[in-house]
């Protein structure tokens, strides 16, 4: 079974400043993947950074980085330089690479980045 | 990029009428496909999994009867649901995959209201 929590139901952050989207997961598998979506108002869910259990250096794409502690299960979102359009929910999600390979999610962390 | 088109984006109905929804792959064969359900302020949740050609595989708790899903082409999966409530009123949102893909693509969701 797999599951991830998201700990922080909302966050304040103001612009220009660097925030931390805390996630954990719990799985028995070796082999999975680790993702990060952002989810605006309008409903869709933007893809933003990948983690693989095996990768030995931090996912980063762009203002994302990926803090991937294998030890700790945890796999913090970093986004640097925050802007007002990063206000959004971002939810963890997690796949396995073997079997049904279904995404699962985290709660969601709302996130409100103030001008 | 993969793109996943997914329609209508919103639909309201009366109560007992089914409603279809459509998801299309555009630019790849969509060897998997995830349907999920979202209420307001929550995470999203999977209600099954489709591989083409094959009957769906659903979660505990999803009703089959009531949620029917069919993928039966690498680029179009839809999900119906019969004699529909107020209850089910939510947001449902698909996403797509490919033989080796580690990233799932998301649709633009669907807004159903049901009176």
């Known amino acids: 079974a797999q599951k991830i929590t998201q700990t922080q139901p909302g966050m304040f952050v103001q612009e220009k400043e660097a925030v931390t989207l805390d996630c954990t997961y719990d799985t028995s598998d070796q082999s999975y993947g680790l993702f990060w979506y952002k989810q605006p108002s309008s409903g869709e869910m933007i893809f933003l950074i990948y983690q693989g259990s095996y990768d030995e250096q931090n996912a980063t794409e762009g203002r994302y980085s990926l803090n991937f502690q294998k030890a700790r299960k945890s796999a913090n979102l970093v986004i640097s330089a925050s802007q007002l359009g990063d206000s959004a929910m971002y939810f963890c999600a997690m796949r396995l690479i073997q079997g049904a390979q279904k995404l699962v999610f985290g709660q969601g962390t709302r996130l409100t980045i103030n001008p | 990029g993969a793109v996943v088109s997914q329609h209508p984006s919103w639909v309201i109905c009366k109560s007992g009428t089914s409603v279809k929804i459509e998801c299309r792959s555009l630019d790849f064969q969509a060897t998997t496909m995830f349907w999920y359900r979202q209420f307001p302020k929550q995470s999203l949740m999977l209600m099954a999994t489709?591989?083409?050609?094959?009957?769906?595989?659903?979660e505990q708790g999803v009703e089959k009867d009531k949620f029917l899903i069919n993928h039966a082409s690498l680029t179009l999966s839809t999900l119906t649901v019969t004699s529909a409530h107020p209850e089910d009123s939510s947001f449902y949102i698909c996403?797509?995959?490919?033989?080796?893909?580690?990233?799932?693509?998301f649709g633009a969701g669907s807004r159903l209201t049901v009176l």
């Open positions: 996403s797509a995959s490919w033989w080796g893909a580690n990233v799932l693509t």
């Open positions: 489709s591989n083409e050609g094959s009957k769906a595989t659903y």
